[in-house]
């Protein structure tokens, strides 16, 4: 095993070769936000909340799909990273229609809690209310749409985890939409085996499961990593 050795906020740090700077840091104590990270499934930098800044780059980096290399001299909270980071949970809530008030997840939510974190009490872009639907066809779950902040998370578990890749990103643009099957209603879709995982692994209220109302979702994050470690340690009990 190679070990690189690197700073993260003035913190020399030494890990693993192939580590990414997202599990350093954590190893260090140091904690970088994230909304499209799962632990237990493969990262894919889609949010840009971990963005990072590497002495020698003029490029901001994000954290959980760059790995550490020897040297490296990271800073994760630096006034501009705070800024991009605010502006990015603004985009989100502006391209969305995220009514927390009316939502299954509200006090629950991942997103609801990152912009209470980067101090996000409105935002500067208008809102697009965007016209998109809801599938309630599925006997116990359903998705609304609007609350969807394409993170992948839902087809990420349900490829990688339950092996069943019902999920996946249709269309590009403003027009892009996570969808089921061929584009089919959720519930006509056969592979689905309705473990729930994807409700779960869902940071806001758009995968829901019916008959909950207003801030009623509660989530065990415990599953999945209870999955991922029984698969890789053979250890199936918790």
């Known amino acids: 095993m190679s070990v690189r050795t690197l700073r993260i906020n003035g913190i020399d740090v030494a890990v693993e070769s192939g580590t990414s700077i997202l599990a350093a840091a954590k190893q260090a104590g140091i904690t970088i936000p994230t909304l499209c990270h799962l632990d237990g499934v493969s990262d894919v930098g889609a949010c840009r909340l971990c963005l990072v800044e590497i002495q020698g780059s003029n ?3 994000p954290a959980c799909v760059t790995e550490v290399a020897e040297g490296m001299d990271i ?3 630096t006034p501009k990273l705070q800024e991009y980071r605010r502006m990015t949970v603004e985009l989100l809530f502006s391209e969305g229609n995220h009514v927390c008030a009316v939502c299954v997840a509200n006090g629950n939510c991942e997103l ?3 912009a209470i974190a980067v101090g996000m009490d409105h ?3 208008p809102y697009r209310f965007p016209d998109r639907d809801l599938d309630v ?3 116990q779950f359903g998705i609304d749409h609007n ?3 394409f993170c992948t998370r839902c087809m990420r578990v349900c490829d990688e985890i339950e092996g069943a890749h019902v999920w996946d990103v249709a269309q590009r643009g403003a027009a892009v939409r996570m969808i089921t099957g061929l584009n089919q209603p959720w519930g006509e879709v056969e592979a689905c085996t309705s473990c729930g995982k994807c409700v779960e692994a869902c940071p806001t209220g758009a995968i829901f499961r019916q008959g909950s109302t207003v801030a009623e979702m ?3 994050r415990s599953t999945l990593e209870f999955l991922v470690t029984a698969r890789e340690k053979k250890e199936w009990t918790r």
């Open 123 to 125: 935002t500067r872009f």
């Open 75 to 77: 800073q994760t909270e």
């Open 147 to 149: 609350r969807c902040i």
């Open 137 to 139: 066809s599925h006997p």
């Open 218 to 220: 509660q989530r065990d």
């Open 112 to 114: 609801q809690d990152m």
């Open 59 to 61: 490029k901001l980096l």
